[in-house]
C-alpha cells in the first residue's frame, strides 16, 4: 500500500516490525522509524495513522495511539476488524478529539498491482480530508465499463472506494462483501464438484459401497467433464463470469485434482459475523449461512453430531457404523 | 411379522432363503415351503402374497409373482420401494388381474414388539380384504392417549395403521416419513452437538487452532454439560420428547462420547426420494435437504468442493491449506 | 406453578400484577403481597424468589431485588433468558452474598398438568437447597419407560429436572432444547407440506402457472393425503412419534387446511441465540438455521433479497417480474 | 444467433413462426422457407439443424425432424433441454444415422452483442464438422485477460466454445451453470438484504412489531448505507466482481428500493435439475438447494409448512398467529 501511495506523491512514515518492509518502503521515498512512538513524532498534525496489522493487535495499538495523539488526529483501521469494534474504539478516542476512520480493503494478493477496492466509514470531514490517499490507494476506473445510466461525476464509487456512513460503516460493507464471496465460493464449488461426480455411472454400474444408495440410472452419469476448461469457457460471455471464476480457471489449470489442498477450509471473522448481523436483523441468510457452515464442516466440527447420527441408527436399526 | 400374524390366529404359508428363520415359524404353526413356486402353489385363492425383501430383489420376485399368480391373488409389497416403482409394477399386473398392495412399515428392530406402524396404498377392495392382516400387525390403540377431539371408532389410523389412497401412497407416506426423521434425528444431533461444545471456551483460552477465529469471549463457553442426562431430562415433560429422543438417551447412557461410532452416515433410498418428491412439487425443504446433505458431507462427498474453497483462497490470498 | 408448589407442601409468598391471580394462589394458601419490596419482607431468610416474568422485565426485578436481598438469599430466574444476561447478573449479586439460580422451563401450557421439564444453572450449595422446589414443579418418573440400562437412582433426570452446571447452564440448555424444537417442527412443517402437495399433477396436468416448471410426470403426484390421519398413524409405533406430533395431530384434526393462521411465525430469542452459540462455537447448524431463517422469511423478510434476484434477472434475462 | 452466423460469412436457411423474424434474416442474406419441410428440403446434405425453441416444443420438433433428415445430418438443440431427454433423442435418431448434438447458451439478452458461450455435447465427428458455425456464435478472447500459466492455442475454451463430453454433456454443463448462477444471485440477494437491513436499530429502538425478538443492541444497526453505490465500488478491485454485478448495479441505479418487483421469482428447470443430478450423484449442494428452495418460498410455498408451525405454537403456548 505504501507503494501505491508513493508513486501517487504521498510523503509516508512509516514503522513496521520487519526491517526488510521498512527498507523497501525507504527506497521509495518513506521515512522510516524505529517505533510508533517514534512514527507519531515525525508526523505532523494533523497526522493520519493507518494501521494494516492483524486484528488481534489493533486493541493494544489504538490504546498506545489515544495517549501519543492529539485534536485533530486521525487514526485509520485498514484492516479486518469487526466494526462494532470500531464503535466502540471510536467513542473512547472521541473525547480527546482524536478521529476514528475504519477501511474495509478487498483486493487480496493482487491490491498492490490492481489497487484496492475501500469500503469506508467515518465523520464526513475525516473521510474528505483523507480523499487524496483513498483516491491513490483504490484502482480507479480502469477499463471497466461504465454501468449504464450512471451519470459521469457521481461520486467515488466508480474510482473504487466509497464512504459508506459513519464509524463502522466501511468495516460492516467489507464484513457483507466477505459474506456474499463465501457464498459465491460455495456456489461454484458445489457446481464443479457436481460435474467432478458426473462420471460416477461407471464406477461398478454405480454401486459406489455400500454405504449409498445404488444408483437408478448409471448411464445418466457417464460424463468426464474437463473441468478446467469449463471454466475457462465460462468466463467469456457467460452468466456467471467473474473474478472468483477467473481465480478458478487458474487453479484448475495448474492441478485439475487439486491434489495439493487437504479439503479443511478457514473462515476468517467476517463470514460469522455476517451471519450475526442478518440474526440480529431478523434476515434469512440460508446461502451465507450454508456457505459458512459448510467450512466448519469441512475442518471435522460435524463429527459428534454424526457419530449421534450413527448411534440412532444403531438404536432403532441395528446397524452399526462403526470407526 | 411372521410372529405377530401367527399369535393373531391367521395361517402363513412361508418361503425364505434362511432356513432356519422359516423353522422358527414352523414352529409358530406356518407352512413352509421350498421356493416361491412352491409357496404360491401351497396358497388357496385369492393368495395373499407379502413380500419382505430389499428393494433390489423386488423386482425379480414380482416378475416371477407376475407369471405364477391369477385374477384376484394379491401382491403386497411391505419393503422400502420407491413409489414410482409401486405405480410401474401394479401396471404391469393390473392386465392379469393381478392386484398390488404397497405397504411402507415403520418401527425398526423394534417393531416385533411394539407393532408396525403401516403405511397402505392399493384399491380400496383390495385393502379392505387384507384388514385384518394389517390389525394383527399394527401396534394397536395401546396405552397412547387419544387424541383431543378424536371421535371414537374414527378410521384405523388409531390402531395404527391407514389405507393412505392408491397404488404407491403407502410407499409415499412411508418416504415423507422418513424424510422428516432425517430432519428430526438431524435437529438433535446438532442440538447435542452445541452442547458437546459448550466447554470450548476452557481450551487454550478458545483459540483451538489458527484455523479458526479466536473466540471473542471464552466466559460464555465454560459448560462441560452431562450430555447422557440432559436427553434424559428431557424425556419428560418437554416439547422435544419423542422416540428418537428415547434412543439418543440410550445410546448416550452406553457411551457419552459415542467412540464407537466412526462419524460415517448412511442415507438410504427414502431420504433422497422425499427431496425428489418436493423439487418436483416446488415446495421447499430447507431442513429436510440440509439433514441429507450432511449426510453425504459425513461421507467425504464435499471434500473435491473444500479443496476449490482453498484453491480460491490461495489464489487471492495466498494463504495455502495443505494436507 | 404455585399450584403444584402448594399441592407437594410448599408455603408461598407471592406477588403478581394480577389481583386475580394472587386471589387464586391465597386459595391455595399462599400468601397475597402488595408489592415486590412487601414479599421480600413476609419471606423468611434464606429467601428463595422466584422469577416468572417476561424476559425484558427481569432486569429490572433483579436490580431492585440487588438492593432488598441479603446474604445467602437465593435469586431464581424461571424465564427465558439469556444465558449470557444469568452470567452478568449472577456476578453483579455476588459481591452482596446473593446467589443466582437460572432455570430453563419447557411443558407451555400444559406443564400444569404434566409438570415442567427443569433445566437448572447454578452453584451446587443453591441448587441442592432448593431441590425440593425442583422435585415439586418437575413432572416425576410417570409413566414413561426407564431408559434401557440405566441404574435406579442415578441423578434426578428421571424425575424431569437436572443441575446442568454452574450459573447460565440452566438456560444454555433450554435455549438448545428450543434451537432442537425449532428444527423438529420444521422437520415435521416441510414434511406434511410435501403431502399436501401430493396431488399437484391433479392440477391442469400440472402446470399450475407460468411461474413454474412443467411438471414432468404429473402422473406421479395423484395423491390426496389424509393429513389428519397421517399425523395419527405416525402417533403409533412410528419412529417419528413425538409429543409435538400428538399437538400436530389435534391441530389437523380441528382443521386440515389449517385456514385460522396466517402463515407468519414468531420466532422468540431461544432458537437465533442457538444459533449465535454454534456460529461462536464452530459448530455447523445447517438445520437449526434453516428452521429459523424459514421463520424470518415467513414474515417477509426475503422480500427484498427476492426484488434483486427479479432485478437481476430482468438485466439478464429480460423478463420483469412485476408486482 | 442468425445475425452474428451471417456476419461470420454462413448461409442460413431459417423457418421462424415469425414472419417478421425471418424477414429480419432475409435481409442479412439468408433464405425465408415456408415450414420445417420446407427448410429441410432447401438444405444441402449433410445438413446441419439448429433447433432454438421452447423446451416443450422440442420433442415434437426432433420427432418430426426424424422423419426428413437422412444419415449424416445433424440436429442441435440449442435451448434449454433436460439432458437427459438428449440422451433419448440422440438414441432415438442414431438408427437413422442421424446425429444428435446438445450445446447449452449463456449470455442473456446480451448474447448477440457479446457473443453466446457455448457448452456443447455430441460426437467428436458431428461437433468437429460443426466448429465453424460455434466459432461464430461465441465471444472469441475479446479483451479477457488470458488465464495465467495458459498456453496459447489449448483448445476453444478461450474462444468462449467448448466440446464438454458425449451426447447431453453440454446441456449436462449448461445445468449446473444455472445452478451456479443461482447460487450467486442468492449470495447477492441476501447480502444486499444484511445492508438494506442495516438501519433497523433507527425504529423504535429496534422493537420492530411484537413478532420479533427486540433488538439488544440498537445502536450497532443505524447505518443507511447506499446500496447502488456499494454495488459500484465492488465492481471495482474486489473479490465480489463479476458480471452478474454489473447488472445488480444496473437495477440498483435504476431503482434503489427495487419498487417495480414484486418479490415472487420464478426458476426455469435447470436449477432443479441440479439439484436431482446432486442428489443421484451424493453431493452435498447446501448453497444451490438453498438458493432453489427460497424461490419456491418466495412464490408462497412454504405458506402450508408455515401455518403448521403456528398451529403447533397454539397448541403448545396458546399464542394464536391468526391471519
Known sequence: ?????????????????????????????????????????KLQAPRAIWL?????????????????????DIVIDGGNSYYIDDLRRSAELAPSGIEYVDVG???????????????????????????????????????????????????????GYLHCGPVGAGHFVKMVHNGIEYGMMAAYAEGFNILHAANIGKKEGGKIDAE??????PEHYMYDIPLPEVAEVWRRGSVVSSWLLDLTAIALLESPDLADYGGRVS????????????????????????????RFS?????????????????????????K
Not at 488481534?56 to 495511539?65: G, H, R, S
Not at 491490491?111 to 491513490?136: H, N, Q, W
Not at 466440527?301 to 436399526?317: I, V
Open 1 to 41: 500500500m505504501v507503494t501505491r501511495l508513493q508513486k501517487a506523491g504521498h510523503d509516508c512514515v512509516v514503522f513496521d516490525m520487519s526491517e526488510a518492509a521498512m527498507d523497501k518502503s525507504v527506497q521509495g521515498g518513506s521515512t522510516k522509524t524505529s517505533s510508533i512512538e517514534d512514527m507519531v513524532s
Open 52 to 72: 494494516m496489522v492483524p486484528a488481534a493487535i489493533v486493541e493494544k495499538e489504538v490504546q498506545l495511539l489515544k495517549t501519543l495523539l492529539s485534536e485533530g
Open 105 to 159: 480493503t478487498s483486493g487480496g494478493v493482487w491490491g498492490a498491482e490492481r489497487g484496492y477496492c475501500l469500503m469506508i466509514g467515518g465523520s464526513d470531514k475525516a473521510v474528505t480530508y483523507l480523499d487524496p490517499i483513498f483516491k491513490s490507494l483504490a484502482p480507479g476506473k480502469g477499463d471497466i465499463e461504465t454501468t449504464a445510466g450512471r451519470p459521469a461525476g457521481k461520486g467515488t464509487a466508480e474510482e
Open 212 to 217: 449409498t444408495t445404488p444408483l437408478r440410472n
Open 267 to 294: 473462515d476468517s471473522g467476517e463470514g460469522r459475523w455476517t451471519l450475526l448481523a442478518a440474526i440480529d436483523e431478523g434476515v434469512p441468510v440460508d446461502v451465507l449461512s450454508a456457505s459458512v457452515f459448510s
Open 298 to 322: 469441512s475442518r471435522g466440527e460435524a463429527t459428534y453430531a454424526n457419530k449421534l447420527l450413527s448411534a440412532m441408527r444403531f438404536q432403532f436399526g441395528g446397524h452399526k457404523e462403526g
